[in-house]
């Protein structure tokens, strides 16, 4: 392993150490002496790599965005039609938040009102809504009497209270339970031309989108097979 | 006045004054001596009514829990069916949160992991959902291919987003925010019986349940019309 690889991995497993901890105890508790000695890692090579708390919470929270963005790009190329890629890539969003500390972690601190953010979760997730709900109604999916605002509203709204729930009961992150509102959701939105071809529960690409990400650090994610 | 009227007073002040320290600074770090400061009042007079910063912290809950449940009961009692019931419900409950900083700290003291909740909010709200959904169904206003389960989950998982999102926006509580959600769910889930009658934005029985509630504070609610 070359010293450069060396670098790479002590930065990653103090941006791991880091998420444990920020979840744990929020950012304004966490302790820096506590980061590096959960990596086995001395106070000196975490401030080699991190001159401060509030760049390490950055870099914890700029992996969760390559994360989500990573999955939700695998997620999202091979569905059908946009319904199901939005049905297809909140599963996948919803598994990596269940799966992944770091995530988690950093989607927290970018709710945390003791720093000030450098990722908006909150306003990348309705882009990515509203551009999936703009591509369905192109594309001939949307019923003409729903209002891609209206739904918009809803599908946020509901995505982001399973992620506030899941945070005392983690079953609200899986599988099952967002399967139950894209089944309410999906047959009632949808035009019949697509209606009895969408999967409430995701498809394959949840599953295949899923693989490559389990068990990962950042940064060691696979390159997307369609770079866009 | 009396002194136990003024005692009550005291209390209630030192219950709004802490709720808007715990807001702003969250319960690990709110000083006692700040909130009492913030009411006006000795540390002495905040010690005579709250032992500890738990007890305080249990106080706000309940006063909480008391506004909400009251304005629930009163929104819910007058709309001819379940659905606008909920409906009514959740505008009622989305205003008071926006309105009342005692209502909103309890909500968030009771999410806050450095504590011991007292109430779980949560799970009044999931039985609250629940049951009028199982009333929906029965009174015949619930289309026969909705899963009362279903509906419930996303009721809910949208309504706890509405609050998680205005932590960062208080639109999200506004009025059309949560209309928006009613408009695209109930057209969709009612029976043609009563879908015209639905109203998504709530009927005048929301206004009738914010009045007496308007620039209260906790204690000093009138008695509803009709206790239950």
């Given at each position: 392993m070359t010293k450069q690889e060396r670098g790479i991995?002590?930065?990653?497993?103090?941006?791991?150490?880091?998420?444990?901890?920020?979840?744990?105890?929020?950012?304004?508790?966490t302790r820096l002496a506590e980061v590096s000695a959960h990596a086995g890692l001395s106070t000196g090579a975490l401030h080699f790599h991190f001159r401060s708390k509030a760049a390490l919470a950055d870099a914890v929270e700029s992996a969760a965005?390559?994360?989500?963005?990573?999955?939700?790009?695998?997620?999202?190329?091979?569905?059908?039609?946009?319904?199901?890629s939005l049905t297809d890539i909140s599963h996948v969003l919803a598994c990596l938040l269940g799966r992944d500390v770091v995530v988690r972690a950093g989607v927290q601190l970018a709710q945390d009102r003791n720093r000030e953010p450098s990722v908006d979760f909150h306003r990348e997730w309705q882009d990515c809504v509203r551009q999936l709900l703009a591509r369905a109604a192109d594309e001939g999916s949307l019923a003409d009497d729903v209002s891609q605002e209206?739904?918009?509203?809803?599908?946020?709204?509901?995505?982001?209270?399973?992620?506030?729930?899941?945070?005392?009961?983690?079953?609200?992150?899986?599988?099952?339970?967002?399967?139950?509102?894209?089944?309410?959701?999906?047959?009632?939105?949808?035009?019949?031309?697509?209606?009895?071809?969408?999967?409430?529960?995701?498809?394959?690409?949840?599953?295949?989108?899923?693989?490559?990400?389990?068990g990962t650090v950042p940064g060691t994610f696979p390159q997307p097979r369609h770079p866009d």
């Open positions: 991995r002590t930065r990653q497993a103090l941006i791991c150490s880091a998420a444990e901890v920020f979840e744990q105890h929020g950012y304004v508790q965005s390559e994360s989500l963005h990573r999955a939700a790009r695998e997620a999202g190329q091979y569905p059908a039609n946009a319904l199901q209206d739904l918009a509203t809803a599908v946020v709204a509901a995505t982001m209270g399973f992620l506030s729930m899941s945070r005392k009961n983690e079953e609200w992150l899986a599988r099952h339970s967002l399967t139950r509102f894209w089944r309410l959701i999906l047959p009632r939105v949808a035009t019949s031309r697509v209606r009895s071809s969408l999967a409430p529960a995701g498809t394959d690409s949840v599953a295949a989108a899923m693989a490559p990400l389990t």
